[in-house]
C-alpha cells in the first residue's frame, strides 16, 4: 500500500541520468489519511472537494534530459487519486542530450480517476514516447476519445496545469 498527497509514484523529474529496467508491481495507490482537503482539489473536474485525493498515482516523467527504458507497472489499483496514470516526456530544459522514453508497459492498472484525465501518455513535437504496452488498464473516467490533443510543451510536470477536458483516456 502507497498512500500520499501528491505524486504517490513518481520518478524521472530532475533526473539527468537514466533509469532502466525498474518494475513497478503490486501496489495500491490512496490518498495519505492525515490529508486535509486540498484546496486545488475544488477546481478539479468531476471533483466535489468534499474528499481529500491524492494528486497522482503513477507518474513516469522524463523531462530534464535522461533515459528511461524498460519501465514495466503491472497489478497496481488507485483509490481517490485525480489522475491514476501520467506518462510525460518534454524537454523542460536546455541539454546537449534530448530526454527518452521507450518501452513502458502499462498491466492491470484499476480504479477510478477523481478528474477528466485517467491516463495520460505524452510527448512533444520531435520527442515522442515510444513502445507503451497497455493492458487492461481500467481507470474509469468520462468518454471524450477523438478530440483534438495539444501538445502542451509549456507545461512543466504538473498534470493539473493540463486541461483535463483536452486530452482523452486512450
Avoid: Y
Wanted: aromatic share 6%.
Amino acid at each position: 500500500r502507497v498512500s500520499s498527497n501528491c505524486a504517490a509514484i513518481k520518478f524521472g523529474t530532475e533526473t539527468f541520468g537514466a533509469f532502466r529496467d525498474v518494475e513497478i508491481s503490486d501496489c495500491r495507490v490512496e490518498v495519505g489519511a492525515d490529508c486535509p482537503r486540498w484546496e486545488w482539489a475544488k477546481d478539479v473536474p468531476d471533483t466535489t472537494g468534499e474528499r481529500p485525493l491524492c494528486k497522482g498515482g503513477l507518474a513516469i516523467e522524463m523531462v530534464d534530459g535522461g533515459t528511461m527504458e524498460r519501465i514495466p507497472a503491472r497489478n497496481v489499483s488507485f483509490r481517490h487519486v485525480e489522475t491514476p496514470v501520467f506518462v510525460r516526456l518534454n524537454a523542460r530544459r536546455v541539454q546537449a542530450t534530448p530526454s527518452r522514453l521507450e518501452d513502458v508497459v502499462l498491466e492491470n492498472l484499476s480504479g477510478e480517476a477523481a478528474s477528466g484525465i485517467a491516463c495520460h501518455i505524452t510527448g512533444i513535437p520531435g520527442l515522442r514516447v515510444k513502445n507503451v504496452k497497455v493492458k487492461d488498464v481500467r481507470t474509469g473516467t468520462a468518454n471524450i476519445a477523438g478530440v483534438q490533443i495539444p501538445t502542451f510543451e509549456s507545461i512543466d510536470t504538473e498534470v493539473r496545469e493540463i486541461d483535463a477536458w483536452s486530452t482523452p483516456a486512450w
